[in-house]
T-cell receptor, first 114, second 109 residues
């Protein structure tokens, strides 16, 4: 298996622009998580899905952030409009619903908003 | 919600020595405690985990201990090697993972 795939790996955009981050979870995993990592706030859970349904979005910072999972093999995290304080590394992770709670993380997308 | 505190924030050890990282958590309902290792430019990777019904778990040079009464758990790395240099995160799971702030471990050759 290729592991969790994220694209793009790096994104530089100007304030006010729309940004879309993409994630392909490991096949067969039915949980998908979006995290944000910054020096100030560490690793924060933004939202997670189970069987393509959003279960907990309490970590989404504000209405500018939205996430979708249209099918079991694809998810997006959208920021519209983007702001400089959104600059961070965004990780996607997935896991099975079995007895192992291990989350498998993707390589991350480094977002810079200027 | 769950609050996880992790200490120290940085740790420098001589190759071959042991490294210990400690974490505390706030929610007594948490029942799963993983440790992740993050290398530069990569996503975190699970290195060991422990469930609340177990007090200690060991995997080669890595061990984790859990004290549910005191709500703290620790990571022990013995015989450290240069490849152990990374950032280590503890986490606690009540119904979702909450991560500690991370410990940057440097192993000096």
């Amino acid at each position: 298996d290729a592991g969790v795939i994220q694209s793009p790996r790096h994104e530089v955009t100007e304030m006010g622009q729309e940004v879309t981050l993409r994630c392909k979870p490991i096949s067969g995993h039915d949980y998908l998580f979006w995290y944000r990592q910054t020096m100030m706030r560490g690793l924060e859970l933004l939202i997670y899905f189970n069987n393509n349904v959003p279960i907990d979005d309490s970590g989404m910072p504000e209405d500018r952030f939205s996430a979708k999972m249209p099918n079991a093999s694809f998810s997006t995290l959208k920021i519209q409009p983007s702001e400089p304080r959104d600059s961070a590394v965004y990780f996607c992770a997935s896991r099975t619903s079995g007895s192992s709670y291990e989350q498998y993380f993707g390589p991350g997308t480094r977002l810079t908003v200027t | 919600g769950e609050n996880v505190e992790q200490h120290p924030s940085t740790l420098s050890v001589q190759e071959g020595d042991s490294a210990v990282i400690k974490c505390t958590y706030s929610d007594s309902a948490s029942n799963y405690f993983p440790w992740y290792k993050q290398e530069l430019g990569k996503g975190p990777q699970l290195i060991i985990d422990i469930r609340s019904n177990v007090g200690e778990k060991k995997d080669q040079r890595i061990a984790v201990t859990l004290n549910k009464t005191a709500k703290h758990f620790s990571l022990h790395i013995t015989e450290t090697q240069p490849e152990d240099s990374a950032v280590y995160f503890c986490a606690a799971d009540d119904y979702k993972l909450s991560f500690g702030a991370g410990t940057t471990v440097t192993v000096r050759a």
